[in-house]
């Protein structure tokens, strides 16, 4: 097939687009930098030994999709692109709806005038909201997340519900990602957050060589295991191939039309503290870090159940821990100040 991938040059889009080249699925990707590298596809290419077409373009800007769609005959979109810092996403959430919502808007309708069907939308187990009790399942009622990043999320989600109604062939999946970390066992393409890292393991790792002091706990006295937040962190090479997975059941599945639903998780739930002592010995380095006080909006604990995606989508997150620790430490510590070194 050719996929056409937005942000195809970011975190996860790096990553899947290298598993998309090795099932040998052409690829085009468009992304407007905001937060990313070209180099990322560069190393893809590299580590491949295949190409990739680049656009640098914006979602939003509809005469430049306009443009993509005309000079390629894309058979599927898997759209990453968007804005993703939920703290953030509080402070301007106009740029987040704007970008996110109004992005997605944009993009599903240029692919509509293109007769382009097939739809993979990143979503998150944030559109699960506050109420839910974990395990999410996908049959949940979407709840009321926190954020106006995770509100985006649902709006697209709820979008998505309506583009189907409205025409009877479009294929939709929605990818309910839960907390992707690691890197690509080679080392040479991972998370390369701009700025100060919004997520745990990047922070970790960026303590850990150096760049940061020390790592803030956010809340030890939580009704946890251990007092500390858990989430459900899955290997980014895993959920990589989770999209080659959702992209396999369309091909396999003509019939199919309207939406579906999948949550790409391991199905446990794993502390802070874990995370450091999981980091601290798979990759022999001192984490030092202090418990500051709860943060706004996090839930205390949430988990995929997965079963979903392993019946339908025969996939189911393989690698462990370890390998999320020792992978994220090869790409953090190979590249310390991330990609830009090598610009
Ligand atoms: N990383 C996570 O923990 C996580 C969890 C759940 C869902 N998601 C979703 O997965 C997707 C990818 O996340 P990521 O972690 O790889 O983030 P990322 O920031 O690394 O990747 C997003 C990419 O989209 C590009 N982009 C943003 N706005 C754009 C626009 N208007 N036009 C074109 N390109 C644009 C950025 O330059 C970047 O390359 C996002 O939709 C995110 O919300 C991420």
Known sequence: MKVLVTGGAGYIGSHTVLCLLQQD??????DNLCNASVESITRVEKLTDKSVEFVEGDIRDRAALTEVFHSHQVDAV?????????????QIPLAYYQNNVHG?????EVMAENNVQNFIFSSSATVYGESNEPPYKETMVLGQPASPYGTSKVMVENIMQDVAKSNDKFRGISLRYFNPIGAH???????????IPNNLLPFV?????????KLSVFGDDYA??????????LHVMDLAEGHVAALNWLASKPEFTGVEAFNLGTGTGISVFEIVNSFEQATEQKIPFEVAPRRQGDLPAFWADANKAKEQLNWQ?????????????????????GYVSHD
């Open 104 to 108: 997605s808007a944009t993009l599903l």
């Open 205 to 213: 790792a960026q303590v850990a060589v150096g760049k940061r002091e």
């Open 185 to 195: 066992e080679s080392g040479q393409i991972g998370e390369d957050p701009k700025g």
């Open 78 to 90: 898997i759209h990453f692109a968007a804005l993703k810092a939920v703290g953030e996403s509080s």
């Open 25 to 30: 699925h052409q690829v085009v990707v468009y």
């Open 317 to 337: 997150a393989k690698r462990s821990l370890t390998d999320m620790m020792k992978d994220t430490w090869r790409w953090q510590s190979g590249n310390p100040q």
């Open 224 to 233: 946890t295991k251990d007092g500390s937040c858990e989430r459900d962190y």
